[in-house]
């Protein structure tokens, strides 16, 4: 087996979510905290879009950038939203951003070169960039600074081999969500000739406490990923898109139309009704997450879980889980057969986040409540 398969790890969220299926399967009750997905469907005028669509055959393959109403209102929205001007010919539409990944580490990085990203982190970005033969280059972040990454302990990771800083806000999995000075601190250490900044802002919409905030608000020298699966309960629809420097670009979309062609033309019809008229319903989720967000966090502090500072955005607690355990993939597996209720391991999000357990409020309210007393059952039993 070549080595760069070798080294892709299982995604352990669905490791976990499957462990669970076999369960439900059986006829078992379980309550699902471990996936950032939320519980209801996508806005009406959204699907509707994609039904006409379907009858309107809009089926074929289209050009490899993506069709260019989609790429009109992304770039509208970045205006709108942030202030800055994306031109439609710098945007990339993609089947999901995991595809946008696969190409952009494949297009950053030589056998060697560095991607320098914080920990914890997103449990596929070291398999992205391992795929590529790259190398890891881990920033440790603490509880106690709300897993905030600082830019001068990405500065001092980085060196002669280093081609771009990951960023991941609101963050999978702690919820943190990066303040101005920080992206602008970082966005600094990109500039004259520095390495590249890869912002993942699949959860902007689901930030809590002020606005969200786009590294290209700070800097051009930057590749932004983003999609609809959060914002707009669109997980399954695999709909997102890359943002690229324009000598950037050519290469990605020739990359892109060689691997992949195009993507779902119908699907994305229906991303342009989301930017266009579904931004109210994507408010609504957020409010409807909002009140979620506190009920986990107040419960998973009555249960003895550390959350010593809250999340501001994305739909995740990452809970320090050290007083119960120091092993959290034995932790989860044990919740799950002895009480049914599924969550994702710290450790599937770096060696940094060992001892800690992620759990997800995409659920219903009632499902969170419903799963955190059998949580409290569970840590009443707990050897």
């Known amino acids: 087996m070549p080595r ?3 080294m892709v790890e299982p995604f352990l969220a669905v490791e976990m979510s499957e462990r669970a299926g076999e369960l439900e399967r059986a006829g078992v ?3 699902h905290l471990e996936f950032g997905e939320p519980d209801f469907e996508a806005p009406a005028v959204i699907r509707d879009a994609a039904e006409k669509a379907l009858k309107d055959g809009r089926t074929k393959y289209t050009h490899s950038l993506g069709i260019l109403p989609l790429r009109e209102a992304i770039s509208d929205h970045y205006r709108a939203t942030y202030g800055v001007d994306v031109s439609p010919e710098r945007i990339l539409v993609t089947p999901g951003t995991s595809p946008a990944m696969l190409l952009l580490f494949g297009h950053l990085l030589d056998a060697g070169d560095e ?29 106690s600074d709300g897993f905030e990454v600082r830019a001068d302990a990405i500065a001092s990771r980085i060196g002669p081999r280093t081609k771009a800083i990951l960023i991941n806000s609101p963050a999978n999995p702690t919820g943190t969500v990066l303040s101005a000075e920080t992206l602008r601190a970082i966005a600094a250490l990109a ?18 406490e002020g606005r969200d905030r786009t590294i290209l608000e700070f800097t051009d020298r930057a590749f932004v990923l983003n999609g609809f699966s959060k914002a ?30 195009s993507t779902n033309e119908f699907v994305q019809w229906a991303g342009v009704a989301a930017l266009r008229e579904a931004n109210d319903d994507s408010r609504r989720f957020r409010e409807i997450f909002d009140e979620r967000r506190r009920a986990m966090v107040a419960g998973l502090r009555s249960l003895g879980f550390g959350v010593e500072r809250e999340p501001t955005g994305a739909f995740y607690v990452l809970a320090n889980a050290r007083r119960f355990t120091s092993d959290s993939l034995q932790f989860a597996v044990d919740l799950l057969e002895r009480s049914h209720v599924v969550v994702t391991p710290g450790i599937a999000f770096g060696a940094n986040a060992e001892g800690y357990v992620r759990f997800s409020y995409a659920a219903s309210l009632e499902r969170i409540e419903e799963g955190l007393r059998r949580v409290g059952r569970f840590l009443a039993g707990w050897q």
Do not use: K
């Open 232 to 261: 707009y309960a669109m997980t399954g629809w695999r709909l997102g898109y890359l943002i690229a420097p324009a000598d950037c670009i050519r290469v990605l979309q020739t990359l892109f139309g060689n691997f992949f062609i």
């Open 191 to 208: 500039e004259y000739g520095g390495p590249m900044v890869v912002s993942d802002e699949i959860y902007h919409g689901l930030t809590y």
């Open 29 to 31: 009750d379980v309550v």
């Open 115 to 143: 991607v320098v990203l914080p920990d914890p982190y997103y449990a596929c970005y070291p398999n992205f960039i391992r795929y590529a033969e790259g190398v890891l280059a881990t920033v440790r972040t603490s509880e």
């Open 4 to 6: 760069r398969t070798e």
